[in-house]
């Protein structure tokens, strides 16, 4: 099957792209071995190195494999979903419970490390989050998220910070979606505001055992919500 010259564009996204759909499409199935990077530049009509990224791109997918010595193999013939892929076709309440597991921790540290620009950051957000309180909920639970930002990145992980952020879109619709239904904040339109006091307190008076277990009580409270609906 011939593959067909490339046009010059960003000539590594159309290389990867047609190997791509040679390789979806069952042309070489899984097992098989590619043929070399001079004969794939040869066919698509571009150079080595053009060859030589496509082929990253694709191991990267999940869909082939460079063996040392023997060459590039098929090893699936769909591509790897990706993380943030996953999470937003996941169930909200198996998000919160990673979030739980995750964000606990966060609170703990951040008591332990906050700085003064982390205490300034926490009550602003708390500020914010109260401000909100007059707002649509989408707006009500971006501060939200935001003051559980402010905790995690007190704890002075890139990492944590990285993987909460992985979490928030996801989270939120999921929040925002919450809220409408079981019509939170209908009564109370800064609804749990005590409980986002008592944490912004804790971490910043430096109690890791409070910090932690008012957040804790606070998602389980939530979860708790998610699993009724």
Not at 169 to 182: F, K, T, W
């Amino acid at each position: 099957m011939a593959l067909g010259t490339l046009r010059p564009s960003p000539l590594v996204d159309q290389a990867t792209q047609h190997l791509r759909e040679q390789i979806t499409g069952g042309h070489w199935p899984v097992g098989t071995r590619l043929p070399g990077e001079n004969a794939l530049a040869k066919t698509l009509g571009v150079g080595r190195s053009t060859v030589r990224e496509a082929l990253r791109a694709l191991a990267g997918a999940g869909l082939v494999q460079a063996r040392q010595g023997s060459g590039v193999f098929v090893i699936a013939t769909e591509p790897a979903e990706d993380w943030p892929a996953r999470l937003r076709r996941s169930a909200i309440g198996d998000i919160y419970e990673v979030r739980m597991m995750v964000e606990v921790q966060a609170a703990r540290l951040a008591a332990v490390r906050r700085t003064d620009a982390d205490v300034a950051a926490l009550a602003a957000a708390l500020d914010a989050r109260r401000a909100a309180a007059s707002g649509d909920d989408a707006a009500f639970v971006d501060a939200d998220i935001a003051v559980h930002a402010a905790v995690v990145a007190a704890a002075g992980n890139p990492v944590l910070v990285d993987l909460f952020a992985e979490f928030v879109p996801a989270l939120r619709q999921g929040l925002i979606d919450l809220v409408r239904l079981l019509g939170l904040r209908d009564d109370d339109p800064d609804h749990g505001d005590a409980a986002h006091a008592a944490l912004v307190d804790a971490v910043t008076r430096g109690d890791a055992d409070a910090a932690g277990a008012v957040l804790e009580a606070e998602l389980r409270q939530t979860l708790a919500h998610l699993h009724r609906t």
